[in-house]
């Protein structure tokens, strides 16, 4: 088996959580950074709108907070909310410390947008290219620490796992070898997994690695149920499903029907600036009861004013053939972000030993039931913060109190034969988008886990026997895993919640389902 040896810490994943948390834990150690494609290739380089922060004269953290709350539909964990708003305004300015550039007004503060569920203009960019902006600063910033090793096309399989702690993670190199890098504290920052639906704005890597990498050595998984289903994606036939930002109706843009009547005030007093999960509903209810498509516009703004400070997705729309600023947008929702994922307490600790997950991959209960527009790019980068300063001092502590490192295992037998997976990726895809998509009820998602349940178990039985994986029944497999926990997670919830809608169960039910649900972690090997 090849290795690059050991490293105090290893990082799965290239995005915003896991820079950051590389940059905060490089002074203590040597630092190996996994990334399964290009450094840029994750969700953070498509975020478009921006990252939301109180750093304007008229907003506070108590504001942001309140805002935050409110979106998650009553099931924020409040002390992670604190933590992010409380923060988020001091890693915003060091990261302009470091060199981001944001959009600025004329007289040289910051130029604020406001999104959906905002009650304050709060929302830095960077044009519409705000993730790629700051994943370029701190990739800058990282990049003079000589401690931090890249390895990129490392397609990570397998947690390590020696008396019951994490001690580092098995790979596939660029050349398909199978190597392994054993680190004192391991993080798990792969971003979502929107790959799971037939409609994402998902990047193709977003394939749910992460949870599946977490769930299998282990670790516990928590309200998966949970995904949000952006509103305005450009829905044209045969095109990528390319985000149209929320950033878009912050400035403006406006929902019609093919009438071209403004519905949105019908469903939600609101109107265009509603929550997500509000939004994503309504086009659907609207779509249904019109027989026709739902379209954004931005024709009543100036022309030359939308193409400037939208230079991205005016471009995106030109590949669809369309014009950002005259046309008839179609749109609709599709997978964009998942609320749930790896359970973690406040500094990125999982349930598992050594094993540590910041970003989108992690479930701190910050979102609650639905993720208040532009706090992800705050949460990985806060979170991501705070994740690598505590592997660092956990690490210290341990090694002041002269813990022996846990006994390394050997190296695993000679891989047997390649893993099969009874089921297509195209055929789960579109399972989950129309049995556990939008609107979701018990007879759609028992029709899901009816289908998935006995490809869970035919991959369940070979990885006890110990075979091996492609990239190609990798990928599948982490589709599979996710998929599964999804639809068991929505139909355990017996309530409507956020982005969670049971059209069989349509009202909240705070007495019975006020709380996060773990799922039982998997204890095959």
Known sequence: ???????????????????????????????????KSEPGAGSTGYAQGGIAAAVGTDDS??????????????????????????????YVRELIDWGAAFDRADDGSADLAREGAHGARRVLHAKDATGREIARALAARLSSQPAVTVIDHALALQLIVSDGRVVGVRFLDAEGRLSEVRARATLIATGGAGQVYSETTNPRVATGDGITLAYLAGAHVCDLEFVQFHPTALAVPDAPRYLLSEALRGEGARLINDAGEFFMPWYDPAGDLAPRDRVARAIVTEAERTGAPVYLTLSH??????????????????????DLATDRLPVGPAAHYF???????????????????????????????NRLASNSLLEGLVFGGRTGAAMAGDAEARASAGTQPATVPPDPPPAGSPIEIPIAEPALRELMWKRAGVFRDRRGLETALNMLDPAWL?????????????????RLASLLVVARLVAKAALRREESRGAHARSDFPVRDDLHWKRHVSEERWSGR
Do not use: K
């Not at 990082?11 to 820079?19: D, Q, Y």
């Not at 022309?303 to 369309?322: D, Y």
């Open 339 to 369: 609320m749930g994922g790896i359970e973690t307490d406040l500094d990125g600790r999982t349930t598992l030993p050594g094993l540590y997950a910041a970003g989108e991959v992690a479930s701190t209960g910050v979102h609650g039931a």
């Open 1 to 35: 088996m090849a290795s690059p040896g050991s490293a105090d810490f290893v990082i799965i994943g290239s995005g915003i959580a896991g820079l950051r948390a590389a940059i905060a834990c490089a002074p203590a150690g040597r630092v190996v950074i996994l990334t």
């Open 458 to 474: 035919v991959l369940e039985a070979q990885l006890r026997e110990g075979r091996s994986f492609t990239p190609v029944t990798w």
């Open 61 to 90: 953290p108590e504001r942001h907070a309140a805002d935050t709350i409110a979106a998650g539909d009553g099931l924020a964990n409040e002390r992670a909310v604190r933590v992010l708003v409380e923060e988020g305004p001091r």
């Open 301 to 322: 703004l100036p022309a030359e004013t939308t193409r400037a400070r939208f230079p991205l997705i005016t471009a995106l729309c030109a590949r669809a053939g369309l």
